[in-house]
């Protein structure tokens, strides 16, 4: 897990090009092997000064952050990062985390997001969740 | 008659984002000069500030933010001002004793951006 933090990869999901390839028209999502590994969020609704913000109009992307014992600070790097919208311009709200097995990151650990507006400004982190093994 | 014009020197302006209200307001402050441009203090003098912000360095066409406040800091809203945010602005504060001014204490600033709250709710399922 130490090398988590070194770990600095932007992990840039196309997630329009997801959705084309799944076919599935069942009502059952797939089982979920090894525990559960889908992150969603609710998307921000505005403002740091409390003015209402679209994320369909004003989120560019969110970036995410993992760190095992979820202490999230100026220091942590971008593990990866999520469009504001798919390829409908509807606002995306999930990410599957076994994604990042590619690099070699597996559970345990946590999980934090930054909301990043198109004129790049970033968000405080959000809450974190964890991820078990 | 004493010179009153002064030392603009030591007349620095001080700009504090208030980072924990994140973007409902900022704050222009600065510090109280001490000395008079002959070297002699201020002392008990009452000193008043005037805060103006302008797209030139000159400060031409200035917009007054605060006028004649005895306090070392003024609050401002970037929408409310007009301000365009991502935008080069310059902030002038002069200090007024009696009748006579300073010149401006200046600040150069890039108007900051609108800050996005973060996503909620993060679960793992």
Redesign the interface.
Known sequence: MTTIRQLSIWFILIIGLASCGGGDTGNVPPPVQNG????????????????P?QPEK??SR?DGYIDEFGSFDDNSAVVFSVSGVDNTGRPITSFN?RLLSAYGIHPPYY???????L?????????????GE | MKNFRLLSGIFTVLFVLLCYSYGQAETLAWNAPTTYTDGSAIGTAAVTYTARWSTSLSLTNPHTLASAISGLSTTFNVDTEGMVRGSTIYFGVYATVATANSADGTLLWVVSYKVPTAPGNLRIQ
């Open positions: 559960d590994t889908n992150l969603t969020w609710t998307p921000p609704v505005c403002w740091a000064d409390n003015t913000l004003d989120i969110y985390l999980v934090s997001l930054k909301s990043v507006s004129d790049n400004a970033t968000s405080k982190f959000s809450d974190p969740a964890f991820c």
